[in-house]
């Protein structure tokens, strides 16, 4: 299978869909990336972003059971694919080999 590419957006949506292990639906997704970026995001932009993904074959999605709090209504649940994983793997490598590559050219304490 050949790379796919993901913009920032989506990297930050496979890695929640992976964090939140099988509880993955919009809703959850759109809430960890808000407390966890602080960045402003609505559920639109996550269900495009998903659907994409699930283009890619980055992630599979399956309709969970109904619950009282959605009135009898079910979720689609998320989760990362293999191919999502490698993907997620190969990104975390590129970054890990540039920030080494850096050294002490950037301190956090003194870059704010």
Do not use: C, D
């Not at 599979?60 to 293999?82: C, D, H, I, N, Y």
């Amino acid at each position: 299978m050949k790379r796919s590419y993901l913009g920032e957006f989506e990297e930050i949506v496979l890695l929640t869909v992976a964090v939140l292990e099988g509880q993955a639906y919009g809703v959850a997704i759109t809430h960890e990336i808000i407390e966890q970026t602080g960045r402003p995001v609505r559920l639109n932009q996550i269900h495009a972003a998903l659907h994409r993904l699930e283009e890619k074959g980055m992630v599979s999605s399956e309709m969970g059971e109904p619950t009282a709090e959605r009135g009898g209504r079910r979720k689609r649940l998320f989760q990362v694919t293999a191919y999502g994983r490698r993907t997620l793997v190969e990104i975390q490598e590129v970054r890990t080999s540039f920030w080494g590559r850096l050294g002490g050219l950037i301190h956090p304490a003194t870059s704010l």
